[in-house]
Structure formats: C-alpha cells, structure tokens
C-alpha cells in the first residue's frame, strides 16, 4: 500500500504529523482510524472509507478511549492495538469526584455558544475558557441568536474582553450563514465541539453546520441508546462530517463546570494579571495588599478592572482547593501532572 497517498487522505479526517510520528517502524502494517462514537461496550471508528469496524482485546475498557482518538488497527482483524497520544484532551471529573472521565479528544477548536440574551454569564464563559485552555483548544466564543438582540456589539465586546486575542463570532444559528461564519475553524481535518447551556442553540448549529437541517432526525445534545438489557445509557458525543471537510463533536458530557486541577487554564485566560505577577516587588504576592504590587497598580490605572482581578482570586482559590494534591517521598506535595 502506498503509505503516503494513504497519508494525505487520512489528514481529511484530522490525521497530522503529530500523530504520524507516533507510528513505530513495528507499526507500519497497522491502520489507523479515528474513534466516531464511544458506547459502554464497543467502539465505532472511522477511517477513509467512513464507519469501519474496530474490535476490542478482552482487557480493553471503552473508558479509557475518548471520541476523537487516534488508533492503531490490525488490517487483518481490526482489533484496535494501540492509542495515539492526544493533541488534545477534555477531561471533567467523573461523579462522586473521583478521577477523570475523559470527554473528547484531538479537538481543535471548541465553540462555546451561548445566546445574546440572558444566558450570557460572565462567569460560566470564563469556566470554559478555562477548560478550553486547559485541553489546548482554541476557544472561539459563540454568540447565537445575534437576530434577536437590539445590540449585539455590546455582547460582543464584553465577550471580547474575557481573554486576549479571542475570537468572538456572532450569528443566527438557524440561518446557513452560520457555516461561512465558523468556517475559519472548520476547514479540511479541522476538529471542532460545541460546549454551552441547554437551549443557546448547540443543536441548531450543529445541524446547520452538517448541513442536516433542523427538520432532520438528527437530535444531538442528548443521544440515548439502550443497551443490551434495556437500560438507558446516554452515549453523547459524536463525529459528524462538515460539508466544508471539517468534524463536530457534540459534548453533551461537559456540563459541571468545577475547576480542578487547571492552573494553565486559568493562568492563560488571566494572562493581564499572570504576566504582572512576576514584577510584583514580592515573589508570593498575593496582589491584594502588599507594597510594589504592579496588579493593584493596574486595577489603580484602569488597566485591569477590579471585577476581573477578583474573579481571577476566587477562581485560582477553588482551583487550589480542588486541585488534588499527592504526598510525595518526604511528604512535600506534588501537584499532579497533566497526562494525555
Ligand atoms: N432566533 C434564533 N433562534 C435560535 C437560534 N439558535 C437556536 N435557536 C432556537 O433556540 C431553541 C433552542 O435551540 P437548540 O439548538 O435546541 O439548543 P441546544 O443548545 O441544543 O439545547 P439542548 O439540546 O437542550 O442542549 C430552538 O427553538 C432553536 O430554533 C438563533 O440563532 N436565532
Ligand atoms: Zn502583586
């Protein structure tokens, strides 16, 4: 098989030297394929020819995948054999808090929508902000229902505000000028998911974007299935190909939006404030009181507004009591590492 042709066609569904490194000399003869769906006891995966087969060794367990994953397949039996490491990972804690249940992988983009209305919280977009970050998308802030608003530059512009550099796109997500207006993040082998409050308009777009409509049977947001004995499982996210060549994942799974364990998060969402704290006179300023604290010099300037600097305190504090610590050999604390 000619392994370069097979190369360029992969990159269609995401495929990029970042994993194709990853492949062993051992490796050559195996496949890889993209992970489209993650049920509680099989795996749907695609490669270039669309839905492919991929069966399970007996010791695998299908939490340990995420959609969006790189795997390698045997050609002759389609038996997955390796994971790819990730690109990009979303993880939340799973309930009861212990441990992490992953949610998606190899996202490029995440799209946090919300509408141009009362739904706009200040707070819960920098929570995803913070998420984004932390798995190493790029955050672009959704604003639907833009039709509705009287002033949609004033959404905008505060939505602007929330981290530096952000993209900010308003539109009608009913409307098929929805899709020229994301396409910057969903060109060809682009990996983009929608994260938001029930109702903004998550399934509406994602409809639009895969070009199904809203009259189509194509309901995402809360995909159930029953499993073998009739129970209901909710087995959320999917891939689903964008006209324009790109993927949308719908993550009905993030929706507890706990900081934990995310400190580039938020030091990248507060970079105004994280960049100051170095010229602070004191190494372990706390910016609220000491002397030569160049922070409260910038709230003092109009710089940096006081609201921000005190949200970036109470969300670094739940962060630190949240953020599991481990003893390590003589008892110092060790802050666990992220992995992916
Ligand atoms: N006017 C207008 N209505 C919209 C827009 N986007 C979505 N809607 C409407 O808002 C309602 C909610 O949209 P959904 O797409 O179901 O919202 P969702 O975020 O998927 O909600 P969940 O499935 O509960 O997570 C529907 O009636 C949509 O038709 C928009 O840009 N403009
Ligand atoms: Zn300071």
Redesign the pocket.
């Known amino acids: 098989m000619n392994n370069s042709h097979l190369h360029s066609t992969l990159e269609l569904l995401g495929w990029s030297d970042f994993f194709a490194d990853q492949v062993q000399p051992t490796e050559a003869e195996l496949l890889p394929r993209r992970v489209a769906s993650v049920h509680r006891a099989r795996i749907e995966a695609i490669d270039v020819t669309g839905p492919v087969k991929l069966e399970l060794p007996a010791n695998a367990n299908t939490a340990d995948y995420a959609v969006g994953d790189w795997v390698l397949a045997d050609p002759r039996s389609g038996m997955l054999v390796n994971r790819l490491d990730r690109k990009t990972v979303f993880q939340r804690r799973s309930e009861g808090g212990r441990g992490q249940q992953l949610v998606a992988a190899n996202i490029d983009t995440l799209l946090i929508?919300t509408s141009c209305n009362a739904d706009f919280n200040t707070e819960r977009l920098e929570r995803y902000l913070i998420m984004a970050n932390q798995a190493g998308s790029n955050p672009v802030i959704v604003l639907?229902?833009?039709?509705?608003a009287d002033d949609v530059g004033l959404f905008q512009a505060q939505a602007e505000a929330l981290q530096r550099d952000l993209p900010v796109v308003a539109?009608?997500?009913?409307s098929a000028d929805a899709s020229s207006c994301l396409s910057p993040w969903c060109g060809v082998g682009q990996t983009v998911a929608l994260v938001?409050s029930?109702?903004?308009?998550?399934?509406?777009?994602v409809n639009t974007l895969t070009g199904l409509g809203?009259g189509s049977a194509q309901k995402?947001?809360?995909v159930r299935e029953y499993d073998a004995q009739g129970r209901h499982t909710t087995t959320a996210r999917s891939l689903h190909a964008i006209p324009g060549g790109g993927w949308v994942i719908d993550t009905?799974g993030i929706r507890t939006l706990h900081v934990s364990d995310v400190t580039d998060g938020i030091d990248m969402l507060f970079s105004d404030i994280t960049e100051l704290a170095p010229l602070c006179r004191f190494r372990d300023c706390t910016h609220s009181h000491e002397p030569g604290c160049l922070v409260q010099a910038a709230v003092r300037s109009g710089a940096l507004a006081a609201d921000r600097l005190e949200r970036w305190r109470s969300l670094a504090a739940e962060n630190r009591d949240r953020t599991p610590v481990i003893s390590g050999p003589r008892g110092n604390k060790i802050v666990r590492k992220r992995e992916y």
Do not use: F, M
């Open positions: 929508v639907t229902k833009a039709d509705t539109l009608n997500g009913r938001g029930s109702g903004v308009g998550k399934s509406t777009l809203s995402t947001g809360t009905p």
